[in-house]
């Protein structure tokens, strides 16, 4: 079997594949999953779940599997042929599941379906996938059912163009600074700087806007003319406003063609809106629930918002010279004040922060509150920094998963978690499949021979990616569509990660995943102490911060005119919300991958919604700790069971009932942040 793309044996041979197995690997998977599709519509075919299944959704979940694995090298491991081969590609695989979820043959199939002949978890994949095709176009006819798809297959491309735009953007600025302009940026931040200077021959320290070289700047640099010069590349990428020989990557016209697309796409399906049709597979029950939401927590947030601005100015003015503070001063104006105030830097608390150990921490919190044991494991891999682990209960394989930590080119920015395979017991051979999941962050790499260090902030993010993985990691539901994150309201897909991100600010974890750089001292007591009195430090506008992308989002999905102009609406919402107002040239749409190109359109407010359930599940930790502070490993029993190993068998709000024993309530959020 010479092409690794087909080959399902295990796991993807991600050292092998290459661009050239792309093309003819879609052509045998498509042509599989045709055939299948034609076998299960014949009208002497069964209207039977299991033998659906065992003919069309393992042809489907194959070429699901092989182009999830191209996905992921495209967005990892970014080359001009491995682009070529995706874009070729992408149409194709748009067209056959826009296809296959319209087809009326089929929905046909499903709705013959006998409910009560099926398993509770069959139930629910099937009224899941009942209600996707209404929304994938199964009831449209004609010329509408032939429009609906050449959305389908124009949106799929823009997406991909908004990322593209977005990573070249970011890729090829470079700024390379002298010596002098880096006094205060943290000294293992002007050592990567130099080396990848030197890497390529260059005088100077190399700086970028990729988050490990941009942010230590905009925080520390003492230069406000090194700043502004970043921040102005970093807020104008992917814009009308970037250099000129960056405005090849505008992604205006982009950004105005998807608006519409989604909009005619909802119309066609019988909604007003984008937003409408967008809700009706999550938990809120409608666009003016989610905009009552948001508005009801930036009026909660609003007067902690405003004392955070007003001490900021009045330190500035009075500590640090600056009198009228610019976009470019505020985070390091943040950064200073916070030392002020609680007498201690992110600098001094990231040289206890190597990767190695936060790593080890994580897993000895899983492995205690959820009684499973980590182990490496091996499996091809696409970089050599990637690693691979598996998770085992008594025993017994639950899953597996690839951890790829570090920024570099050719790979997108961010975080994010994505499946690999799911949890199945599968219908063709009878076998219990395990999932397997990625794990991808963008931290710093190692400099000079020491461990990668990490600041408090990838710390939380590692344990957020980390709640994803569980989540579909720890599954015990075999019905694949329902099993883990499949199945999972958008809204309600974040508990898992907030969750998990409350641990590193607890003292019993953090102290067995801290190390200093140097001498290898835990976390002393003292700085956590501090750390801790801090954690609400600008509470209020990092609230308004995130209302502010979600209030856009959503008003920008129902009440806003594609054909009007977009960056209008943000002054407008920036108008009712924001405390500080980011300058005129600022064009934060042009990047905002989440709502573009990552599945979150007319879904951002889910962060904050998902943060009510995750502050509310926390509580119930709080509550059952030990004069030690330790968590009662029965209450993590009672979570891993009602909500990680339910995966998507039931609605959200009853497997949260089924920990809480209520309803979630908004109290609890405000008071962890500070804001009660």
């Known amino acids: 079997m010479s092409n690794p793309l087909l080959d399902f044996s295990d796991l993807p041979l991600f050292d092998r594949i290459r661009p050239e197995h792309v093309e003819p ?17 014949a009208p002497d075919f069964p209207a039977d779940w299991t033998a ?79 209600r996707s095709f209404v929304l994938g176009g199964a009831e449209l006819t004609g010329a509408a059912k032939q429009r609906f ?21 970011t890729d090829s600025y470079a700024y390379y600074a002298g010596a002098d302009e880096l006094d205060g940026v943290p000294e293992d931040v002007v050592q990567a700087a130099r080396a990848a200077a030197q890497a390529e021959g260059k005088d100077g320290h190399k700086l970028t806007l990729k988050m490990p070289s941009y942010l230590p700047v905009m925080q520390f640099a003492r230069s406000s003319q090194l700043r502004e ?26 950004i105005r063609e998807i608006l519409a697309l989604r909009k005619e796409e909802a119309q066609l399906l019988g909604f007003k809106n984008f937003g409408e049709a967008s809700l009706v597979p999550k938990m809120a029950d409608s666009p003016q629930q989610v905009v009552d939401f948001l508005r009801t927590l930036a009026a909660k947030a609003r007067p902690y918002a405003e004392r955070d601005v007003a ?43 190597t990767a190695p150990k936060v790593l080890g921490g994580l897993f000895k919190i899983v492995e205690t509150l959820f009684e499973v044991a980590i182990r490496r494991d091996q499996a091809p891999v696409w970089h050599e920094c990637v690693e691979f682990y598996r998770i085992e209960r008594a025993g017994q394989l639950v899953g597996q998963f690839y951890l790829d930590p570090s920024a570099r080119n050719g790979k997108r920015g961010g975080a994010w978690m994505d499946d690999v395979r799911a949890r199945w017991l599968r219908p063709d051979n009878g076998q219990l499949q395990t999932p397997v999941a990625h794990l991808v962050c963008n931290f710093a790499t190692s400099v000079a021979g020491k461990p990668p260090l990490l600041t408090h902030d990838d710390a939380t993010t590692l344990f957020h990616e980390a709640g994803h993985g569980l989540h579909h990691m720890l599954t015990q539901v075999n019905e694949r569509d329902v099993s883990g994150i499949s199945g999972v ?23 067995h995943m801290t190390a200093h750089v140097d001498t290898g001292a835990p976390l002393p007591r003292g700085l956590f102490d501090k750390m801790v009195a801090a954690r609400n430090f600008q509470a209020g506008l990092q609230t308004l911060r995130q209302v502010e992308f979600a209030l856009y989002d959503m008003l920008l999905h129902t009440e806003h005119d594609p054909a009007g102009d977009f960056l209008a609406l943000l002054a407008q919402v920036r108008d009712e919300v924001a405390v500080i107002k980011p300058p005129a040239f600022s064009r934060t749409p042009h990047t905002f991958s989440h709502i573009f190109a990552g599945g979150y359109a007319a879904g951002y407010y889910s962060y904050k919604w998902a943060e009510v359930l995750s502050a509310d599940a926390w509580a119930a930790f709080e509550d059952s700790m030990d004069e030690h502070g330790e968590p009662s490993l029965e209450t993590g029993r009672r979570y891993r069971q009602c909500i990680l190993e339910a995966g998507g068998s039931r609605p959200a709000m009853e ?19 500070g804001m009660a």
């Open 311 to 353: 001490d900021m100015r009045a330190f500035a003015a009075e500590h640090l010279g600056i009198a009228d503070p610019q976009p470019w001063d505020w985070s390091f104006i943040g950064e200073k004040l916070k030392e002020a105030r609680y007498a201690f830097s992110e600098q001094e608390v990231k040289t206890y922060f």
């Open 149 to 169: 798809a050449a959305i389908q297959e124009r949106q799929a491309e823009l997406s991909q163009k908004f990322s593209e735009n977005a990573l070249d953007a």
């Open 229 to 254: 010069r970043l921040y102005r590349a970093y807020v104008t990428r992917a814009s009308d406003q970037a250099p000129e020989e960056g405005r090849r990557f505008d992604n205006t016209d982009v």
């Open 489 to 511: 309201e958008w809204d309600a897909v974040e508990l898992p990660s907030q969750f998990m991100e409350n641990f590193c600010w607890e003292w019993n974890v953090l102290r």
């Open 655 to 673: 497997s949260f009932k089924a920990f809480r024993g209520r309803e979630p309530s908004i109290d609890a959020l405000l008071r962890q942040q």
């Open 25 to 41: 690997a879609l052509d045998t998977l498509l042509a599989q999953a045709e055939q299948a599709l034609e076998a299960v519509v």
């Open 52 to 130: 659906l299944s065992r003919t069309l959704d393992t042809a489907t979940e194959r070429l699901g599997r092989a182009w999830g694995a191209v996905s992921h090298l495209n967005s990892v491991a970014d080359t001009p042929e491995l682009r070529a081969a995706y874009n070729q590609g992408l149409p194709r695989v748009t067209d056959f599941w826009t296809r296959l979820g319209s087809d009326e043959r089929l929905y046909a199939k499903y709705k013959a379906l006998d409910p009560s002949r099926l398993t509770p978890e069959q139930r629910q994949a099937h009224k899941n996938a009942i």
